[in-house]
């Protein structure tokens, strides 16, 4: 996703119509609601969320946590594009020549009421590619001594994808996730290949002969879609295909992690410090051993400065 980032500093305009697409499950209704909103600048899309259902509309339902684009919660389609409410300011997506901010819930999940998706289906299938740390040794794994070692390199092959919040925008933008209700999803595919990466991860097979079945990686379409819309900027898109060209190394035996991470073996025992010698001597009234027992202390006033 393209971020504009002087959207904050941008004033918008003094009064946006906030048209939200409304849904009553209890009668099966669907409907736009307009609204209008006094901005102010630096006011986001949530902001305008929380002030219509503060003083105008009490009933309108939404999701929403953290407000600072970490929890995912509050994803909802914005002038026809996923987006996460927190983090789009109304200086983004509305101007003086066209004022009005159309609120939808994310496309592909089922509505429950308003603004507000079942994320069910998604969470089942983000499950089922095992999106944990695999080892043979369960134990080693389940009651840890010590972490497994990992280099700067090995990190970086999948740090991008671990930034994933699971927020649902990128399914919510894909064109087969849509139409194909077998399609695992880049959501999903993307956290498969996070863990496939992961040199410390020990039963990558497995989870690659899960992926190679009907309704799975090789129903993406490559639109980019999903990666036109990631708020973390994750690049689904790219991690599924990285993952299509390890699948296909490994069908035909190309493919094998080269290294499997092993536990950090423990630090070596100081050793006990050495005794001086005889002919050393030490300074009137100073206790070797209740100096070593003494914690240091840091005389913080003269680390401030004025």
């Known amino acids: ?48 969320l929380l002030r219509v259902k503060a003083e105008r509309d009490h009933s309108l339902v939404f ?31 509305a101007s003086e020549g066209r004022p009005v901010v159309e609120l939808e819930p994310l496309y592909n999940f089922r509505v429950l009421r308003d603004l507000v998706t079942d994320f069910t289906e998604f969470f089942g299938k983000h499950r089922a590619v095992k999106p944990y740390i695999m080892r043979r040794d369960v134990r080693e794994r389940e009651e840890p001594t ?13 740090y991008e994808y671990s930034l994933c919040i699971s927020c649902g925008l990128c399914d919510a933008a894909c064109p087969v996730y849509a139409s194909d209700p077998n399609f695992l999803g880049p959501q999903a595919l993307t956290q498969a290949y996070r863990y496939v990466a992961d040199t410390r991860d020990e039963l990558w097979e497995e989870r690659l002969r899960f992926l190679d079945v009907e309704g799975s990686i090789f129903k993406c379409h490559f639109a980019a879609s999903c ?66 027992e003494e914690k240091p202390v840091i005389p913080v006033e003269k680390l401030l400065t004025t």
């Open 1 to 48: 996703m393209v971020f504009d980032l002087k959207a904050a500093t941008r004033t918008p305009p003094k009064v946006v119509k906030v048209r939200v697409r409304r849904y009553n499950p209890e009668t099966g209704s669907s409907w736009w609601q307009e609204y209008e909103v006094e901005t102010y600048r630096g006011m986001t899309v949530l902001d305008a």
């Open 227 to 292: 990666s036109a819309v990631c708020p973390k900027m994750v690049d689904p898109a790219g991690a599924i295909q990285r993952l299509r060209s390890t699948l296909l190394k490994y069908k035909i035996r190309l493919y094998r992690k080269t290294r499997i991470a092993k536990v950090v073996p423990p630090m070596e025992k100081r050793e006990p410090p050495k005794p001086l010698p005889p002919e050393a001597t030490l300074v009137e009234g100073v206790d070797l051993k209740l100096i070593e």
């Open 63 to 93: 999701r929403y946590s953290c407000r600072m684009g970490v929890c995912g919660s509050c994803g909802l389609v914005v002038n026809r594009r996923p987006r996460l409410a927190c983090q789009t300011q109304i200086a983004e997506v």
């Open 146 to 158: 010590l972490e497994y070692s990992q280099t700067l390199d090995e990190l970086a092959e999948y």
